[in-house]
C-alpha cells in the first residue's frame, strides 16, 4: 500500500511541475523552453499513471519496490523545486530582453526623429540599417536603400567616392568628410558625414551619420556671390567708398577712394579717418570734419556738398566733393560702424562755373553780356535811388563795321571785335564795366563817375578806335564808333528807358554824321524823332500781331513791243491804324527798317499775296505777273528763302506768274545773299526786278553777276526827263544797257501822256505811273465774279 502511496504522490508531483512550467511559459515568457519542460514533464507523469495502473492491477502480488518509488517521489519533488526556482531566472532574463527592446526602440525613435541621416553599412558600404531622415534625404524607401551599396547613389564626377572612405575607416577608425549623393528626383544632395567603425565580436559595421549642408553650401556661395558682387561693385563704382570702426577707424577703401586721398588703403588701414582725407571749404579754407561720429551717435545719415574740397593727406591735388556718411548696423539693429562716400564733383563744378561763365559773358569777347550787364545797370539804378553816387551809361555802336565783314568774312569782323575789346578795356578802371550787347554794339557803366568826367571818357573811347587799326591779310581798316552816353543820377528811372535813352542818343550820334558822341537830354528834338521811330517800330508790331496790313495793287502796262504782253501788277504794303485809317508805307517803312521788322513784314505779304492767288483760279485773269517788293533786310535773312519756298510748296502758286522786286541799294548791301535767294528761286521759275535803278549811282558790273528780268528805271529820272537832258540820257542808258543784257525795262512814275509817249518812242517795255493806274486794294484789281471768292485783303 506504501508503494501505491508514493506513486499517487510522485504524479501528482510531476503533473503540478507541468502545469506550473505551462504558468510558467505565460508568465514568464521563454515559451519554447517552458513548452519543451512542461512537455517533459506531462510525459513523466503520464509514465508514473501507467505504472500506478499496473500497481493496482497487480495489487499486492505485483508492486514496484517501494525503494524505486522513493527515488521517483524524490526526483519528482526535485522536478517541483527545480520548476519553481527557475522562475526567477527567467523572470529576470525576460525583465532583460524587454529592457533591452525597450532600449532598441527608444534608440530607433530618436534615430527616427532626428533630423540627421543615420546609416549602418558593411565595411564595403552596403547600407544594413536606415533611419527616417536618410530616407527622405536621399528620397528613397528603407526598402529601395538596404542591401545597396551606398556608391550608388552617387552621382558622376563626385571625386573620391563614399566607399572608398568607409573602407579606410578600418585603418582610422572615425572619419569626417563631405560628399555628394543623388536624390530619387534627380538633385544633388550635399552632405557632412561623421563615419565610425564599430567591431562587435566578429561583426563589422560602420555607422554614419549624414547632415544636408545643401542648403548652407548654396547660402554660403550666395553670400560669396554677392560678396564678391559687392566687392567688384565698389571696386568699380565712380564713387570713393571707406568703411570706418566703432572708433572712427579704417576698415575699407576702394580704389576710386585711394585716388581721391592720394593713399593705399594698406597704408591706412585701422588709422583714424583724419589719416586718408582732410577736408576744407572751398572758398574760406577752413578745415570740415567729417560727420563720423555724429553718425555714429544720432544714427542716421549726414550729407556734405556745398562747398566741400577734399585735400588727401599725403598728395596736394584737391578735388570737390559731395560727402555722405551713413551708419553700418549689426543683426540687433546697432551701430558698429559707418560708411562714407565720396562723389567727385569737380568736374561737375567747373561745368557749373563754366556755365554761370558763359551765362554772364560773351562767348567772343570775354566780356561782360548784355544780361549780366543789365543785372549791373539794376544795381547801379539802386545805388542812384539811394545814394548821390553818379553814374553813367555808354552806349557804342561800330561805324563801318559792316565793310570789314563784307570784305573780308565772319572771321575778320570776330577778330576785329576781340581786338577792339581789349583796347577798349585797357582805357577804362578796374571798377568800370564793359559790355558786348551784340553784334558791333558795346555798354559801359562808368561808376561814380559824374557827366563830366563822363564825356570826357566817352570821346577818350571814340578817339581810341578811331586811331585803331585792324590789319588782316594784308588789308588795313579804319573804323570809328558812335557813343550815346546817357547820366545815371537819383532822378533815373526804369532799366528799359536807361536802355532805351542810350540807344536813342547813339542813334542820334550816327545820324549826325557817325563817330561822335551824343549826351542824352530829356528835350532834345533828334531824341525826340528817334523816340518817335521807336513808337512807330511797336505801332509795327501791334500790327503785325493784329493782323492790320493791306495789300493794295498798281498795274504796269506794256508798251512797244511788249504791247501784246498780259499787264503786270505791283503789289504795295499799306498799315491800318487803330481807327481802321490806311497808313502810307512812308510813314512806317523807314522805322521797320531800323528796327529790323521788315522781314516780318515782308513774310506777311508774301503769305496773304499767296493765299489770295491760291483762292480763286489765275487762268481767267488778265494780268500775267504779280510783283512783290522785298527789303534789303529779307535779302539778308538766312531764314526767309526758306518760308518762300515753303509757302510756295504750302499755297501751291505757281512761280511763273510771281516777280520779287528788290532795289539796286538792297542788292549791293546784301550782294552775295542776293545771288543765292534769286538763283534759288528762278529756279522754281520766279523772276525778279532790280527797282529803282540808277539812284545808287553804283557800277553797271552788278548787272553782270545778278540773273534779273527786269530793270525798273528810277522815278526821279522818268518825272524830269522831258526837262532835263541829264534825265533823259539816264534813261535812255539804263534801257539800252538792259536790253543789250537781255532784261525788259520799266519805267516808274510816269505822271503824263507826253512821257508816256517819249517812253514807248525810246523803246521801254513797261511803265508804271498815275497816268496809268492808282494804287487800290488788290481785291478791286481782281475780276468781279472772283471778288466773292476773296476777302477783302
Known sequence: MDVIFVLGVSILLQFAAAFYALWLMRAVGGRLAWLALSGALFMMGVRRSLTFIAALEGYPARLPPLSTELVALLISALMVVAVVAIRPIFLGIRRSEQALAREIRRNQLILDSSPDGFVITDVDGCVREVNRAACRMLGHTAHTLIGHRLDEFEPSGSGVSITRHIRNLTDIGQAWFETRLRHSSGDIVELDVTAKYVAVGEERFVYIFFRDITARNQAEAELFRAREQALVTLEAIGDGVLTTDIDGNIQYMNPVAETLTGVRATEVMGLPLSAALRLRDEHDERDIEAPVQRCMQENRRFRMGVNALLTGAQQAASFSVELSVSPIHNADGGVVGTVIVLHDVTELRGLASQLIYQATHDSLTGLINRREFEVRLEQALESAASSSLPCALCYLDLDQFKVVNDTSGHVAGDELLRQLSHELEQNIRDADTLARLGGDEFGILLVDCDLARAEQVADKLRAVVQDFRFVWQQNIFEIGVSIGLVPIGSGASSLTDLLSAADSACYVAKENGRNRVHVFQHDDTELARHHGQMQWMQRIQRALDDDRFQIHAQSIMPLGDAAGNSPHVELLIRMLDENG???????????????????????????????????????????????????????????????????FDEFGVDPVRICFEITETAVIANIGHAQHFIEVLRERGCRFSLDDFGSGLSSFSYLKVLPVDFLKIDGSFVQAMLRDENDLTMVKSINQIGHVMGMQTVAEFVEDGSTLEHLRILGVDYAQGYVIDRPRPFIDTLPPRLRTLTGAV
Open 581 to 647: 485809317e490806311i497808313i502810307a508805307p512812308c510813314n512806317f517803312i523807314s522805322a521797320a527798317e531800323r528796327y529790323h521788322l521788315m522781314p516780318a513784314v515782308d513774310r506777311w505779304v508774301v503769305r496773304n499775296t499767296f493765299s489770295i492767288l491760291a483762292r480763286h483760279d489765275l487762268a481767267v485773269s488778265p494780268v500775267g505777273m504779280y510783283a512783290i517788293n522785298l527789303s534789303g533786310q529779307s535779302l539778308g535773312d538766312e531764314l526767309f528763302l526758306g518760308d518762300v519756298l515753303q509757302m
